[in-house]
């Protein structure tokens, strides 16, 4: 089955679920804090737990690969299992890996997370574009193939990202303004949304660029990172309306209980829906 593409699922997404993605991060503190042990059968039970609460109710679910992998190969059966049963709810799934390398590696990555046919197959996937927006080519013609979408870091929401992304090139552009542009000629044509986003930390003072790609806009860092709604229209401006929050540990510490969960994510759907109109 052809999937429509990313762009156009996500819009239809954003518009019935409400605008608001949700991290599974399994951080050790937060297991103990759900009163689960740190280990294999915590993470099950976590993972479990976040799905079954949240992939029939939010947009997006963005597991982070890192917290899956610390327990090696059985950690990331328990990220099969999860993104298949989240997309089988009917939440969009995007890959937090972070992938980015040479092209002919960059292939293989894109295969990993891109490919119907792969255990890990998620409708979209954040990707690193500091080896080269050039390097992410076959992620960008696989994810347009099989009707995924890509993130690649733009401007992100950790401080030290400064120091590379707004370096200024030769012909006066920024690093991150020069990855928004190329993420703005995938986007090209696109109704009613492109596929090809950017990362945009919500904990910006301001974007300082311009960030009318025809995409979406992730936008981490609201909650623990200390971002609220209410920054969200002063950060993306006029591109606030393709805007889609990303929260985790603000949301999940709300767990193990089902219904605070959904509780503490329909909280955040309408303080957003609030400040985006
Ligand atoms: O790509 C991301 O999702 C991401 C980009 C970024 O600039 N900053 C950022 O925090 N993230 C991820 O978003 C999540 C933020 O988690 P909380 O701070 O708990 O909401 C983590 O999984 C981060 O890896």
Known sequence: MTLAPFGARLHAALETRGRLCVGIDPHASLLTAWGLNDDLAGLETFSRTVVEALAGEVAVLKPQAAFFERFGSRGIAVLERSVTEAREAGALVLMDAKRGDIGSTMAAYAETFLSPD?????????????????????????????????FALALTSNPEGHEVQRAVGADGVSVAQGVLNRLAAENKGAEPLGSFGAVVGATLAEAGADLAINGPLLAPGVGAQGATAADLPRVFGDSVRNVVPSVSRDILKHGPSVAALRAASARFVEEIAAAVK
Do not use: I, K, M, W
């Open 118 to 150: 792969r255990a890990l197959f998620s409708d979209a996937l954040t990707v690193s574009p500091y080896l080269g927006f050039g390097s992410l080519q076959p992620a960008v013609d696989l994810a347009r193939a099989n009707g995924c979408g890509l």
